[in-house]
């Protein structure tokens, strides 16, 4: 069996907050923040994504949205261990639940949807490894 072989076990939506008074203009600026915690005692490991709405100013997001994802390796391995491709694929395996969710939760909501296209966020894979905690 293959060292590094994973799978997602489960994801929820942590936090939703969507304050549209924040909005100070009609243009579109998004964001992501990955960060994980590695269990060496059981191989897993917790995705923390945050996706952010927001129109200049990142620090007044009018939409935030966080979503956690529970990775677990087939075998037991070791932190240093984790290959780089885990950070990357982990994003785009988790990325379409996120999106859908998005564009779900700003439509009910009754405010102008947001529709995230199929994006590479490849990018995204240097910031989740230095964010990594082992726990």
């Known amino acids: 069996m293959n060292k590094a072989a994973f799978s997602l076990e489960k994801y929820r939506f942590e936090k939703i907050d969507i304050d549209y008074s924040k909005k100070t203009s009609p243009e579109l600026d998004i964001s992501f923040s990955p960060s ?8 897993s490991y917790e995705l923390n994504f945050t996706f952010l709405a927001h129109n200049s100013n990142p620090e007044a997001p009018f939409v935030k949205i966080v979503c956690l994802a529970i990775f677990q390796f087939e075998e037991k391995i070791a932190f240093t261990d984790i290959p780089s491709y885990f950070y990357r694929n982990s994003i785009a395996i988790l990325f379409p ?5 998005i564009s779900t939760v700003t439509l009910q909501a009754n405010i102008n949807p947001i529709i995230l296209p199929t994006m590479n966020l490849s990018s995204l894979e240097a910031p989740l490894r230095d964010n990594t905690i082992q726990i």
């Open 36 to 43: 994980g915690r590695f269990n060496s005692v059981d191989s």
């Open 97 to 101: 639940y996120v999106r859908a969710f």
